[in-house]
């Protein structure tokens, strides 16, 4: 780095702007020119892709009450699968698509485009064969092994649907997933790998699938370790055998830009899940740029994210934007702490990872465990990093800058969601200096803007509720069989505006740092705060690894605080501790922001994709233990269990 020209602002390294796709003026004459004219600059960078006919219209969106309709590149026809493989066989045929590190270190594959081209046209023809066509949809239900990958591809092939499930999804989720995707196929594996532990997929199947006796035809079982699994007669299948009677070659089907390419489910925190569809051009022209731009993709690179496939930033930044690009992706199927705690970093060194993109509870559980573990690789590959899903806290930034990223890679910190498709605001490294705790600005084509409750446009510095103004390619288009649900919800309490659910802060040069969901703010007496910024300060204390907090009723200042806290390895809880903690935040945030209850804690329930649950923790803070809600995406119920044992306002 250059040095710090402004207290916590790390300007952007020179060899960075020099070599990135796109520096400082480029990227705001690029953003003025995205916004002054969507359909000039997306009908440019649409051709990204590959098209069978050419659009000649580009961007047809309303985001009008009562006529929501999000179209682009209308009368184009693509095939997303013929885009992520067959189009790079000539010049890299032989290159790496998918590296897959197995959930133990002796696991590797390494895949072609050309063996990838191979396999997903076998996929193809075995969905085919189990009387999938155009438009049906196919649940997969997989680990992160290579086949996840070839199946999503393969229905993208073919023009079915694909809805992923998590690995860790129990089967009564399982069951209303299937049910509300109205797939007639799963896919499967026997079972899955963890952490060195099995995940019982195909018993979770049947399980599921008992409740729904008439909707699934086909299970397709992959072997992944080879144990004796129930196969019922005349419904289950294993893949290899099915791939011995179908034939080699499958020509991609011819696809309109809005015909949809999948669903995904998101949690939602007390309504039923929502499954939002995105389609298909606009999302690849979408993943595929963000992509690029965000991590500055280069022809070499070897790009890693460690989400999990059947989320929206699985499907983006491992399935199809690097592929799209023609770059070497890394599927991880095991966890950052087995066998040890350095194994992210084993892997960096391993495969030569050069951009790394994780989500934040894995770099504080990292964090926690101390530096040696880092210390051991070189990590001498690793050019970016990158993090998604909770705000990043400034503590765990300079950690992760400094001791993951020898103080040298630029971090994005990018915020998106399952509805938006891809990446909306974000740095653009070797363009934006970078600010701890910020996601910085918003991508070509995105219009944010802050709201007040009553919907007035804020201006300059501000703190409001974040909405997008215009749509993006990347949008999701309606909710699956919902269009009515999906105007209400994201389009009715600012009319004309899509309503990301999120607040944030903006700052004097116009950087958006994420404050937490809307409805998880906090109301002391009036004053508001979101949860990031008081989970932020806590976790800045020395001892504190990771922090939760709710408001819970309180009778004269409408909510009082509650914190969830858990320590650093070797540190103990004690009363002096938590009294050190409450005078923390008086001094970091203010007086009206004391906490009231700090409550201990071995871990905070979160969901598959790590994030904190707070809705069961506001219920705990109650002391209304019975009434969680939907708790579908719950990865560790254990978790809970303690936090209630321990709960401080029991009555
Ligand atoms: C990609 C993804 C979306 C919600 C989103 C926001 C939170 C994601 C963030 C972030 C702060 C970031 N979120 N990225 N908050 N900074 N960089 O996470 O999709 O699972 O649908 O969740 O996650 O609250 O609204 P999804």
Same mark, same amino acid.
């Given at each position: 780095? +250059?040095?710090?020209?402004?207290?916590?602002?790390?300007?952007?390294?020179?060899?960075?702007?020099?070599?990135?796709?796109?520096?400082?003026?480029?990227?705001?004459?690029?953003?003025?020119?995205?916004?002054?004219?969507?359909?000039?600059?997306?009908?440019?960078?649409?051709?990204?892709?590959?098209?069978?006919? !050419?659009?000649?219209?580009? &961007?047809?969106?309303?985001?009008?009450?009562?006529?929501?309709?999000?179209?682009?590149?209308?009368?184009?026809?693509?095939?997303?699968?013929?885009?992520?493989?067959?189009?790079?066989?000539?010049?890299?045929?032989?290159?790496?698509?998918?590296?897959?590190?197995?959930?133990?270190?002796?696991? /590797?594959?390494?895949?072609?485009?050309?063996?990838?081209?191979?396999?997903?046209?076998?996929?193809?023809?075995?969905?085919?064969?189990?009387?999938?066509?155009?438009?049906?949809? /196919?649940?997969?239900?997989?680990?992160?092994?290579?086949?996840?990958?070839?199946?999503?591809?393969?229905?993208?092939?073919?023009?079915?649907?694909?809805?992923?499930?998590?690995?860790?999804?129990? @089967?009564?989720?399982?069951?209303?997933?299937?049910?509300?995707?109205?797939?007639?196929?799963?896919?499967?594996?026997?079972?899955?790998?963890?952490?060195?532990?099995?995940?019982?997929?195909?018993?979770?199947?049947?399980?599921?699938?008992?409740?729904?006796?008439?909707?699934?035809?086909?299970?397709?079982?992959? &072997?992944?370790?080879?144990?004796?699994?129930?196969?019922?007669? *005349?419904?289950?299948?294993?893949?290899?055998?099915?791939?011995?009677?179908?034939?080699?070659?499958?020509?991609?089907?011819?696809?309109?830009?809005?015909? @949809?390419?999948?669903?995904?489910?998101?949690?939602?925190?007390?309504?039923?899940?929502?499954?939002?569809?995105? %389609?298909?051009? *606009?999302?690849?022209?979408?993943?595929?740029?963000?992509?690029?731009?965000?991590?500055?993709?280069?022809?070499?690179?070897?790009? $890693?994210?460690?989400?999990?496939?059947? $989320?929206? %930033?699985?499907?983006?930044?491992?399935?199809?934007?690097?592929?799209?690009?023609?770059?070497?992706?890394?599927?991880?199927?095991?966890? @950052?702490?087995?066998?040890?705690?350095?194994?992210?970093?084993?892997?960096?060194?391993?495969?030569?990872?050069?951009?790394?993109?994780?989500? !934040?509870?894995?770099?504080?559980?990292?964090?926690?465990? *101390?530096?040696?573990?880092?210390?051991?690789?070189?990590?001498?590959?690793?050019?970016?990093? #990158?993090? /998604?899903?909770?705000?990043?806290?400034?503590?765990?930034?300079? $950690?992760?800058?400094?001791?993951?990223?020898?103080?040298?890679?630029?971090?994005?910190?990018?915020?998106?969601?399952?509805?938006?498709?891809?990446?909306?605001?974000?740095?653009?490294?070797?363009?934006?200096?970078?600010?701890?705790?910020?996601?910085?600005? !918003?991508?070509?084509?995105? &219009?944010?803007?802050?709201?007040?409750?009553?919907?007035?446009?804020?201006?300059?510095?501000?703190?409001?509720?974040?909405?997008?103004?215009?749509?993006?390619?990347?949008?999701?288009?309606?909710?699956?069989?919902? =269009?009515?649900?999906?105007?209400?919800?994201?389009?009715?309490?600012?009319?004309?505006?899509?309503?990301?659910?999120?607040?944030?802060?903006?700052?004097?040069?116009?950087?958006?740092?994420?404050?937490?969901?809307?409805?998880?703010?906090?109301?002391?007496?009036? =004053?508001?705060?979101?949860?990031?910024?008081?989970?932020?300060?806590?976790?800045?204390?020395?001892?504190?690894?990771?922090?939760?907090?709710?408001?819970?009723?309180?009778?004269?200042?409408?909510?009082?605080?509650?914190?969830?806290?858990?320590?650093?390895? #070797?540190?103990?809880?004690?009363?002096?501790?938590? +009294?050190?903690?409450?005078?923390?935040?008086?001094?970091?945030?203010?007086?009206?922001?004391?906490?009231?209850?700090?409550?201990?804690?071995?871990?905070? @329930?979160?969901?598959?994709? *790590?994030?904190?649950?707070?809705?069961?923790?506001?219920?705990?803070?109650?002391?209304?233990?019975?009434?969680?809600?939907?708790?579908?995406?719950?990865?560790? !119920?254990?978790?809970?269990?303690?936090?209630?044992?321990?709960?401080?306002?029991?009555?």
């Amino acid at each position: 780095m +250059n040095g710090n020209k402004k207290a916590g602002v790390y300007p952007v390294p020179k060899a960075w702007a020099e070599r990135a796709s796109t520096d400082a003026q480029r990227r705001e004459a690029m953003y003025v020119a995205s916004i002054a004219n969507p359909d000039q600059f997306w009908g440019e960078h649409g051709k990204r892709i590959h098209w069978i006919k !050419p659009y000649s219209t580009v &961007k047809d969106t309303s985001f009008e009450p009562g006529k929501v309709s999000i179209r682009w590149f209308e009368d184009g026809t693509t095939n997303v699968s013929y885009n992520c493989i067959d189009r790079h066989l000539t010049e890299r045929g032989d290159q790496v698509a998918i590296i897959w590190e197995g959930d133990d270190p002796k696991d /590797v594959a390494r895949i072609t485009y050309r063996e990838l081209y191979a396999q997903v046209m076998k996929w193809a023809n075995v969905l085919r064969s189990q009387g999938i066509r155009k438009g049906d949809s /196919v649940t997969l239900y997989l680990p992160m092994i290579p086949e996840a990958a070839y199946a999503m591809l393969a229905c993208a092939r073919i023009g079915a649907i694909h809805s992923a499930l998590s690995s860790q999804c129990p @089967p009564e989720v399982l069951a209303s997933r299937i049910a509300d995707a109205a797939s007639t196929v799963v896919v499967t594996a026997d079972q899955g790998l963890r952490g060195g532990r099995k995940l019982e997929l195909k018993v979770n199947v049947d399980a599921a699938l008992d409740k729904l006796p008439k909707v699934v035809k086909t299970v397709i079982v992959v &072997k992944r370790t080879g144990a004796p699994v129930g196969m019922l007669k *005349g419904r289950d299948h294993y893949y290899d055998d099915l791939a011995e009677t179908v034939p080699d070659q499958c020509p991609p089907e011819e696809m309109k830009a809005e015909d @949809p390419l999948f669903v995904l489910f998101t949690s939602g925190s007390t309504s039923k899940p929502k499954a939002v569809v995105h %389609t298909t051009g *606009g999302y690849l022209v979408y993943a595929a740029m963000t992509h690029q731009y965000v991590f500055d993709y280069h022809d070499g690179d070897i790009h $890693w994210c460690t989400a999990e496939i059947s $989320w929206i %930033t699985g499907h983006s930044y491992i399935v199809y934007g690097p592929l799209a690009n023609g770059a070497t992706t890394l599927i991880f199927e095991g966890i @950052p702490t087995y066998p040890s705690a350095s194994r992210y970093w084993d892997v960096i060194d391993k495969h030569k990872v050069s951009l790394f993109y994780t989500a !934040p509870t894995a770099i504080r559980s990292l964090m926690g465990r *101390g530096e040696d573990a880092v210390k051991s690789n070189s990590l001498a590959s690793l050019r970016l990093l #990158g993090s /998604v899903g909770e705000p990043i806290d400034p503590k765990s930034w300079e $950690w992760y800058h400094r001791v993951v990223g020898g103080g040298r890679c630029p971090i994005v910190d990018t915020w998106f969601q399952t509805e938006t498709g891809g990446i909306l605001i974000t740095p653009l490294p070797g363009a934006t200096d970078l600010k701890p705790g910020s996601a910085g600005s !918003p991508f070509f084509g995105v &219009k944010p803007e802050l709201v007040d409750e009553a919907g007035d446009v804020l201006d300059g510095v501000a703190h409001g509720n974040l909405v997008i103004a215009d749509s993006w390619p990347g949008q999701m288009r309606t909710l699956y069989r919902d =269009h009515e649900r999906f105007e209400q919800e994201y389009f009715s309490r600012y009319p004309g505006k899509y309503f990301t659910g999120d607040g944030a802060r903006r700052d004097a040069d116009g950087y958006y740092s994420i404050t937490g969901r809307v409805d998880d703010v906090i109301n002391v007496s009036g =004053h508001r705060i979101g949860t990031a910024e008081l989970e932020s300060a806590l976790v800045a204390h020395a001892s504190v690894s990771e922090a939760a907090v709710v408001g819970y009723p309180h009778e004269i200042k409408g909510q009082d605080i509650y914190a969830y806290v858990v320590l650093i390895d #070797g540190e103990t809880a004690s009363d002096e501790l938590r +009294n050190e903690l409450v005078s923390w935040i008086r001094r970091a945030i203010g007086p009206i922001f004391t906490i009231d209850k700090v409550q201990f804690a071995v871990g905070l @329930p979160k969901t598959n994709s *790590g994030k904190i649950i707070r809705h069961i923790l506001r219920k705990i803070a109650e002391d209304k233990c019975t009434e969680f809600g939907d708790t579908s995406t719950l990865s560790n !119920p254990a978790v809970v269990d303690h936090l209630i044992d321990n709960r401080l306002n029991r009555k």
